[in-house]
């Protein structure tokens, strides 16, 4: 048990590709959270979940389709890309209100 | 809405001098405060955090900070850095919301360089 993980921690996808990204948290955390991390901009927060509920969409634009079956697993579904959408992606997870988060390593997304 | 702002986008420091990041935060209230250290290529662990009580807060691998209510801050210190401590850092504040842990907002992240 690692904590939080991510896969694949690097991805390489054509803006006419479809791809996801996993994440999956063994802390027992009700909580699941998807942040973008760009080489010029803040850690930017995309979507929140609660309890399986998606509680926050941060005006992510729909070609990012978020997906949490059940408390442990996250996905981001992508479709048609762009370029700028190359960044580092970050899932968390956090116990509940006013606890912390805690980050997997992250997936290494480059669009071409 | 909360900011948090880090002056100094790149620090280099000897190994073995003390260490001090700055962070500000703009929020109405008081917020919860974190900070995180990421190396190359990882994610982010998280250092040390504050919600309430003792304003000098310690974390792992010997950071500590402080919180100043008057001054809006949560600086990090180390008394004495090591080469291993190369890496960027980031503080955050976060907001309670809804029964889902917090939404944390980000600073810009200082990158810490050490000399031999």
Known sequence: ETGVTQTPRHLVMGMTNKKSLKCEQHLGHNAMYWYKQSAKKPLELMFVYNFKEQTENNSVPSRFSPECPNSSHLFLHLHTLQPEDSALYLCASSPGQGDTQYFGPGTRLTVL | ?116
């Open chain 2, 1 to 116: 809405a909360q900011s948090v702002t880090q002056p100094d986008i790149h620090i280099t420091v000897s190994e073995g001098a003390s260490l001090e990041l700055r962070c500000n935060y703009s929020y109405g209230a008081t917020p919860y405060l974190f900070w995180y250290v990421q190396s190359p290529g990882q994610g982010l662990q998280l250092l040390l955090k504050y919600f309430s009580g003792d304003t000098l807060v310690q974390g792992i691998k010997g950071f500590e900070a402080e919180f100043k209510r008057s001054q809006s801050s949560f600086n990090l210190r180390k008394p004495s850095v090591h080469w291993s401590d190369a890496a960027e850092y980031f503080c955050a504040v976060g907001i309670p919301y809804n029964n889902a842990g917090n939404m944390l907002t980000f600073g810009g992240g200082t990158r810490l360089m050490v000399k031999p």
